[in-house]
């Protein structure tokens, strides 16, 4: 059974760092990517970073670009999100989900349970 497991978030104080880990695991087929998205509350979900992990090939939403960086560790089918320099408003919870490509549309619903980031000022 394909399942995604997240996990490093927690409190960190504005300007700090956090690395948060997408073990992915159980998928039958191997042409997948995977995208980091965050919600915040009140507010809808939205789009953060996407990782083609055949090709690197990698998205990053303007809020983050040249803050956060993804990367893929193949040996341990773990995808990465590097955060540094948080804002308070990069305070939401954060998920992982298999993605088609970097349009991420997520397959089959295929979602983590969420880790939580918060930032505070």
């Known amino acids: 059974e394909a399942q995604l497991v997240e996990s490093g978030g927690g409190l960190v104080q504005a300007g700090g760092s956090l690395r948060l880990s997408c073990a992915h695991s159980g998928f039958t087929f191997d042409d997948y990517a995977i995208g980091w998205f965050r919600q915040a509350p009140g507010k809808e979900r939205e789009e953060v970073s996407c990782i083609i992990r055949s090709t690197g090939r990698s998205y990053y939403a303007d809020s983050v670009k040249g803050r956060f960086t993804i990367s893929c560790d193949h040996a341990k089918n773990t995808v990465y999100l590097q955060m540094n320099s948080l804002k308070p408003e990069d305070t939401a919870v954060y998920y992982c989900?298999?993605?088609?490509?970097?349009?991420?549309?997520?397959?089959?619903?295929?979602w983590g349970q969420g880790t939580q980031v918060t930032v505070s000022s």
């Open positions: 989900a298999a993605t088609t490509g970097l349009s991420m549309t997520v397959i089959n619903n295929l």
